[in-house]
């Protein structure tokens, strides 16, 4: 029973990603790549000195999800994590992150937001995103034209969610060779 409902929670996160666009797929496998120090992001994602410049930033950037990491690991004894004494702490490098990311243009929408920092973060950071998007969104640091989609984007049910699932995510996508393929 167990290996069924990991099966079916496989494929719909399978189909979930399948439906981002090809610029999303692209940017969620280079991010996880860079975030979870999978691959040699340059040599496998850099088109070009511009794109080699935003992975080095990115990897700089991306320095503030170790920290993010073990705020957001629940306290073993009140199973809680981070409280609002946590706020300042939690969200600045979360906001930080977020900002770079969607700055980029490469995010067009909320669940592709959600989809990769699920992977980069954990389950625990699903009640923090809607306030991190939503946040970096509104930032003068996105196109006013890409704010305006980008706040569009995020459902009423996202946004206002009353529980968040702390089941794991399991379908992590990678880069694939199209030799691989054929």
């Not at 000195?49 to 990897?59: D, V």
């Not at 809607?130 to 569009?152: N, S, V």
């Not at 968040?164 to 996508?173: D, I, L």
């Amino acid at each position: 029973m167990a290996t069924t409902r990991t099966a079916q929670t496989i494929l719909t996160e399978m189909r979930e990603f399948a439906g981002f666009s090809p610029c999303e797929q692209r940017y969620i496998r280079r991010s996880l790549d860079v975030g979870l120090a999978r691959h040699d992001a340059f040599r496998r994602w850099a088109r070009g000195p511009a794109e080699a410049a935003s992975i080095r930033t990115q990897y700089v950037i991306y320095q503030d999800l170790k920290l993010l990491r073990s705020l957001l690991q629940s306290d073993g004894e009140s199973g809680e994590g981070p409280g609002l004494e946590d706020l300042e702490t939690v969200m600045g490098p979360l906001l930080r992150v977020t900002t770079f990311d969607l700055a980029q243009g490469r995010i067009e929408c909320f669940s592709a937001y959600r989809f990769l920092y699920e992977r980069l973060l954990g389950a625990e950071v699903r009640p923090w995103l809607p306030g991190a998007f939503c946040g970096a969104a509104a930032l003068p640091h996105i196109r006013p034209d890409r704010r305006k989609e980008l706040l569009q984007s995020i459902s009423e049910a996202a946004a206002t969610a009353p529980a968040w699932s702390m089941c794991a995510p399991r379908f992590f996508p990678e880069f694939v060779e199209m030799e691989e393929v054929a």
